[in-house]
DNA sequence: TTTAATTCGGATAAATTTATCCTTTATTAA
DNA sequence: TTAATAAAGGATAAATTTATCCGAATTAAA
């Protein structure tokens, strides 16, 4: 469904989200331990989410990244996805086709609306303090 | 969503359930050039299909590939995805966790749980038939 | 019986994704 | 001012997916 790469980006934010709801800076070290991906991949994955404005980062000693409270509403997992992944996984035909519209449906085109606009909603209406505040209080995980 | 060896043998079975509802048995080339798809490794793919019972293949000249008219209703999409992808897309965690169930979930658990089940629905009451004779019709195209 | 058409199977190549390593840059604190 | 810490960025390697090529096996028709 979602590359390793963008497995590796929600996990990674949730996380910061949630250690930042707790006011905790973190290191992609830190990061890599607690989501269980390996480092230097989820370091470049970090990059790509602080260029894309989901996340901050900062230097040095005491540096690491973080997310703004209000950040953390406004950022839905559909941001987080298109960063990453880009939107092919919203556009583009089930079956692979280039031209496949209403018009000119492949076979498969009006079931595959159904499930990816529920596809879509989900992730468009899920924020990532939702996320992080069920991590917090020991709901959900993210290690394995 | 699905592989490209899974889009490509998707259309390429919808391809031959519609041919052999005229009767027709079709070469590999045929495929390829119908469904616009590379010929040599849409061959390797319908070996899969051929290996997986979903068509039948026939050796020498006038040879090729075909479905059964029974084949065609009792082959569900579900069963040509688990046949070239796996099952991966029923199974396992959103994120990507390996130990990610209803006890432990992981935070988009439930909501991927909702996605995915509708996804499983789709593809499993989804039969070659009812694809085929849509595109005999010319409801819906494959090339494109 | 030979020829030609076709799938099958193995080897290999190209492209993409996943992953690692190392140097540079920024920044804090001693 | 220096040393240490952390992210940024570039180069490269490993793994996987996508794709091609070619000889072998099968079979129908000439």
Chains 1, 2 share one sequence.
Do not use: W
């Amino acid at each position: 469904m979602f590359s390793k790469a963008c497995e590796y980006g929600i996990r990674a934010a949730v996380y910061i989200a949630m250690q930042s709801l707790d006011g905790r800076r973190v290191s992609v070290n830190e990061i890599a331990e607690e989501i269980d991906s390996p480092m230097a991949f989820t370091a470049k994955i970090l990059q790509q989410l602080t260029k894309n404005n989901i996340i901050d980062s900062v230097k040095g000693p005491t540096g690491g990244f973080e997310i703004e409270r209000e950040a953390m509403d406004t950022v839905k997992l559909s941001k987080i996805v298109k960063a990453i992944d880009g939107d092919k996984i919203y556009v583009g035909c089930g079956l692979g086709l280039k031209e496949c519209n209403a018009d000119k449906p492949c076979p498969l085109h009006d079931k595959f609306v159904d499930v990816r606009s529920n596809l879509r909603t989900m992730l468009q209406s899920t924020s990532l303090y939702e996320l992080a505040t069920g991590l917090e209080v020991g709901l959900t995980y993210l290690k394995r």
